[in-house]
């Protein structure tokens, strides 16, 4: 979250905020604005909708709270909300929030945040305590507005953050059934990492003249060093626990294709001395907020998790992802290994394969635009993975451009099995309009 790798200069100020706000700025830590803060926020403060098309860690949340809290401090307004964040996950929403609070700390600006799993009484009284900003998941969002627990019409920003993720949840139906409760004339942020057709189709209709902002975000972070290990399913385990004891290891997240499975391989981890815990879709609320303080404040350096649990965790100091089992997407990968390399740290991504992993190796490496490193273990071996030679045509997104006047055909392919190209189709009319 800090930023303190950047060289000082005018840094924040150079955005003429409220001096109340850069008081929160610099008890963040924050010295020089990131790349998506630098595109965004004079674009936001002059009331103009945003495509951000970035990965989760760029700097999204202080991108757009800043100048959202700048609005408010700038005009009156009621009691009820005047700005609506929407995240797909209980725990980015969690994140959203209190990076907000850091921000907003000298402000006096309220902050409340509803997501399932917990009881509706402790979110409606902090609903009647007049909150500026709720930032929410959508399931809980419209339990609410059918309750008339909260009321939407003041609001004049609505941000949607994952909304790829929001997509492979199920949820565009819930965000469309929320958008219908909010007033027509309002500021509309919309960030997303990848943008399958249907993300296309929402931001056309939601977006007005948008500003649009692209940090690469196809490819992983630069800083990540890439490798795969050919393994038998049944020696994943010792593979992990070798991986683990190495000397550069600090912290990993563990990925699973199930929630059982993340949930046995903590309790292996444990019981062969590691301290872990698992991150999955059956665990409480309590539960999760536990696991993830835990993990955060390093009393635990093994989380174990599937791809819904943590998808858009923004933790620092991840030293290490690994892959246990293989994503089932090329943009899964993308977003798994996200997870380390953050802030300028170098950071470890491991991928365990199998011999029935050979096809998505494929598109992962045509994705990357290069072959990735392979790596044995001695005693822990299985038949060589083939090296996929990367298209001509797959070349990494940031120079696979099509001229701005020209439309991409649209794929009937459902998007959970997009290849790695789809992910560059843009809208090539925002660029023209930004």
């Known amino acids: 979250m800090h930023d303190s790798n950047h060289e000082p200069g005018n840094g924040f100020a150079a955005f003429n905020l409220n001096s109340s706000i850069q008081r929160g700025i610099r008890a963040a830590g924050f010295v020089q604005p990131r790349p998506i803060q630098a595109q965004t926020i004079p674009q936001i403060l002059k009331g103009r909708d945003i495509l951000g098309l970035a990965q989760t860690g760029t700097g999204k949340t202080a991108a757009f709270a800043l100048p959202v809290l700048e609005r408010l401090l700038a005009t009156r307004g009621g009691s009820d909300p005047r700005v609506l964040i929407v995240a797909p996950t209980r725990e980015l ?20 945040t509803v997501f399932g ?42 941000v949607l953050d994952e909304a790829d993720h929001m997509f492979d949840m ?20 919309l960030f997303s990492a990848t943008m399958p057709r249907e993300i296309r189709g929402l931001a056309d209709k939601l977006l007005h003249n948008p500003h649009v902002v692209e940090l690469d975000h196809t490819q992983p972070l630069k800083t990540i060093e890439h490798t795969l290990y050919p393994v038998d399913e049944l020696r994943k ?23 059982h499975r993340a949930k046995r391989l903590a309790q292996k981890l444990e019981k062969s001395g590691h301290r872990s815990v698992a991150l999955q879709g059956n665990m409480s609320q309590g539960a999760r907020v536990r696991a993830m303080s835990g993990f955060r404040k390093r009393e635990f350096d093994v989380l174990v998790a599937t791809d819904i649990a943590a998808r858009g965790l923004d933790i620092e100091q991840v030293s290490h992802v690994v892959n246990f089992d293989m994503p089932n997407t090329t943009d899964a990968y993308t977003h798994r290994i996200g997870r380390t390399g953050r802030s300028g740290r170098e950071g470890k991504a491991y991928t365990f394969v199998t011999s029935g992993d050979y096809g998505m190796v494929r598109d992962v490496e045509r994705r990357l635009g290069s072959s990735i490193p392979r790596r044995k273990v001695d005693g822990i071996e299985s038949a060589p993975i083939p090296t996929a030679r990367p298209a001509a045509n797959n070349r990494p997104a940031s120079k696979n451009r099509r001229p701005a006047n020209s439309r991409p055909a649209t794929s009937n392919r459902p998007a959970s099995h997009n290849r790695p190209a789809s992910s560059n189709r843009r809208h090539r009319r925002y660029r023209q309009a930004s």
């Open 170 to 189: 199920g949820f565009l139906p819930d965000i469309r059934r929320i958008m219908a409760a909010l007033p027509e004339q309002r500021q509309n942020l």
């Open 93 to 112: 929403a969690s994140q959203i929030s209190e990076e907000i609070r850091l921000l907003a700390r000298f402000t006096g600006i309220k902050v409340a």
């Open 117 to 158: 799993g917990v009881s509706f009484n402790t979110q409606i009284a902090a609903l009647r305590r007049g909150p500026q900003i709720v930032v929410a998941c959508p399931g809980r969002l419209l339990d609410l507005i059918n309750r008339r627990a909260v009321h939407l019409d003041q609001v004049e920003t609505l």
């Open 237 to 259: 385990v010792d593979l992990l626990k070798h991986v683990l004891s190495s000397d550069d290891f600090v912290s990993a997240i563990v990925f699973t294709r199930t929630k």
